[in-house]
């Protein structure tokens, strides 16, 4: 997966998220199921980021960045901001 790819499903997963908010609005979706939904949204978005900052960071240490790989959620999830 190239970077652009990674962005384009980062923008994907975002609207996904909106629609589920949206649908919890008017009563579409339960709200046990939507806290769930969420979370791996949310997991999987960092993945994604995660993904794309080890991407950047190969390219500026002169390394391929296909070599990059998506880590696990309770890898990503345990990084401090």
């Not at 609207?15 to 579409?28: M, S, Y």
């Not at 991407?55 to 391929?64: I, P, S, V």
């Amino acid at each position: 997966m190239n970077d652009a790819e990674i962005l384009q499903r980062i923008h994907d997963l975002v609207d996904a998220e909106h629609r589920l908010r949206a649908e919890v609005g008017t009563g579409q979706v339960d709200r046990a199921d939507e806290a769930a939904e969420l979370r791996r949204l949310e997991e999987t978005l960092d993945q994604c980021w995660d993904l794309l900052r080890q991407r950047r960071a190969h390219r500026e240490f002169g390394q391929d960045a296909d070599e990059a790989t998506v880590r696990p959620s309770d890898v990503v999830e345990g990084y401090q901001q």
